[in-house]
């Protein structure tokens, strides 16, 4: 197992920012696709965006798009989830996922890092 690590999350007002980052701890991570997904109380967990080697293709959510974006330094091993024009309903705890090299099944999941947005 790879542990992911996610940070950046907290509490912000409405119409606020947040930066997420999540990156592999202790060791290279060389995946294929990295993502963000979140959880809501009592709700499924939802999809928030993807980006994908070698041509950084990005994929986005309904909720996410025009508001996020989401972005990758591969030395690093590190993905980013840049959030504006946050709203309540963003509330949720995020979770960054990868896959591995040569697939892209996400099979490394981090433990989530918790958002909230005050109205």
């Known amino acids: 197992q790879v542990p992911l690590v996610e940070s950046g999350g907290g509490l912000v007002q409405a119409g606020g920012s947040l930066r997420l980052s999540c990156a592999a701890s202790?060791?290279?991570?060389?995946?294929?696709?990295m993502g963000w997904f979140r959880q809501a109380p009592g709700k499924e967990r939802e999809f928030v965006a993807s980006?994908?080697?070698?041509?950084?293709?990005?994929l986005y959510g309904d909720s996410a798009k025009g508001r996020f974006t989401i972005s990758r330094d591969n030395a690093k091993s590190t993905v980013y989830l840049h959030m504006n024009s946050l709203k309540p309903e963003d509330t949720a705890v995020y979770y960054c996922?990868?896959?591995?090299?040569?697939?892209?099944?996400?099979?490394?999941w981090g433990q989530g890092t918790q958002v909230t947005v005050s109205s």
């Open positions: 996922a990868a896959s591995r090299a040569f697939s892209t099944e996400y099979v490394y």
């Open positions: 202790g060791r290279t991570l060389i995946s294929v696709v």
């Open positions: 980006i994908r080697r070698p041509s950084d293709s990005t």
